[in-house]
């Protein structure tokens, strides 16, 4: 019963930005730890960012400085702003969310992010 919904991927330019969200249901959210992963065809899917339920967060080298994962639990979202992104960046982008109760690792359903250059 616990799903996420993503959104706000798109087709960018270089040095914009993106703000995607993901919304979870189904679940005591502010007691799950979130995280955003990428994948491409040309590698493996890799972790992002993470931001857990003490609110800790880690990321990426690639992205320190330009990304930034926060979450509002009053209305269940975890955000992932994206600012100078770089084609490099271009992934379909997964949101999840671990209980705390079982562990268990729910995935979104992807979301395209494209940088042109």
């Known amino acids: 019963q616990v799903q996420l919904v993503e959104s706000g991927g798109g087709l960018v330019q270089s040095g914009e930005s993106l703000r995607l969200s993901c919304v979870v249901s189904?679940?005591?959210?502010?007691?799950?730890?979130m995280a955003w992963h990428r994948q491409t065809p040309e590698r493996e899917r890799e972790l992002v960012a993470a931001?857990?339920?003490?609110?800790?967060?880690n990321y990426h080298d690639s992205v320190k400085g330009r990304f930034t994962i926060s979450r509002d639990n009053a209305v269940h979202t975890v955000y992932l702003q994206m600012n100078n992104l770089k084609p490099e960046d271009t992934a379909v982008y997964y949101c999840?969310?671990?209980?705390?109760?079982?562990?268990?690792?729910?995935w979104g359903q992807g979301t395209q992010v494209t940088v042109s250059s």
């Open positions: 999840s969310a671990r209980s705390p109760f079982s562990g268990r690792l729910y």
């Open positions: 189904g679940a005591a959210f502010r007691l799950y730890g």
């Open positions: 931001m857990e339920a003490n609110s800790t967060t």
